[in-house]
């Protein structure tokens, strides 16, 4: 079956670095989708990316979707305490639009002021 | 976007009992989803609530062990029946709307199973 693969699995950074997260996919994927969890909170929806090459920006946020649509990115740029989290990539099988969500493994951010 | 109330938000259980999670949404929703998510791990599909007939079962997840209903188009139990220490971990409703492919996940319940 699909696989979803993320790394890093944890990411340290101080205050003001950049942080990046990777995630790829054992399949062509329709599109993929990124989630921000807080600690103790529930996952919720950051960025949809469907077309091949997609680059999309949500302030210091930066979601890339590779040209094979099999991997994605997300970058991070200054980070700040309000980032500490877990990011999942979530990727959704070629072919369809309602089609399961398979997750990555998630990267856990901590932010150090 | 979508109100998902999700209840109990948390519970500790004997092994042996069953344990039934409600999940309400404020509006009329096509897709209902509950996931697995075990301490600082990723979210696992259990199964689609399909409403009015059975719901669809990922591989690993059968309907003994994890009986779905769904009456309605704003409403969802799962039910963890026969509880093992091994089902100790959080389990969240999700759902998509019509026309909307992004997740919108409730609060999720942490049950703890002694």
């Known amino acids: 079956g699909q696989q979803v693969m993320q790394i890093p699995q944890y990411q340290h950074v101080q205050e003001g670095e950049d942080f990046t997260t990777y995630c790829n996919s054992s399949t062509t994927l329709s599109n993929i989708q990124w989630y921000k969890q807080r600690p103790g909170g529930h996952p919720v929806f950051l960025i949809q990316l469907v077309k091949s090459g997609e680059v999309k920006k949500q302030k210091r946020l930066t979601f890339q979707f590779g040209e094979a649509k099999k991997n994605s990115s997300l970058h991070i740029t200054a980070t700040q305490t309000t980032d500490v989290g877990t990011y999942f990539c979530a990727g959704r099988a070629g072919g369809t639009s309602y089609g399961k969500l398979t997750f990555g493994q998630g990267t856990i951010l901590t932010v150090h002021p | 976007s979508a109100v998902i109330s999700q209840k109990p938000s948390r519970d500790i259980c004997q092994r042996g009992t069953s344990l039934t999670i409600q999940c309400q949404v404020d509006s009329q929703v096509t897709m209902m989803f509950w996931y697995r998510q075990q301490p600082g791990q990723s979210l696992t599909l259990i199964a689609t609530a399909n409403q009015g007939s059975e719901a669809t079962y990922e591989s690993g997840f059968v309907i003994d062990k994890f009986p779905i209903s769904r009456p309605n188009l704003t409403f969802s139990t799962l039910t963890v029946s026969n509880m093992s220490p091994e089902d100790s971990s959080i389990y969240l409703c999700?759902?998509?709307?019509?026309?909307?492919?992004?997740?919108?996940f409730g609060s999720g319940t942490q049950l703890s199973v002694l």
């Open positions: 999700s759902v998509g709307g019509t026309g909307d492919v992004k997740l919108f």
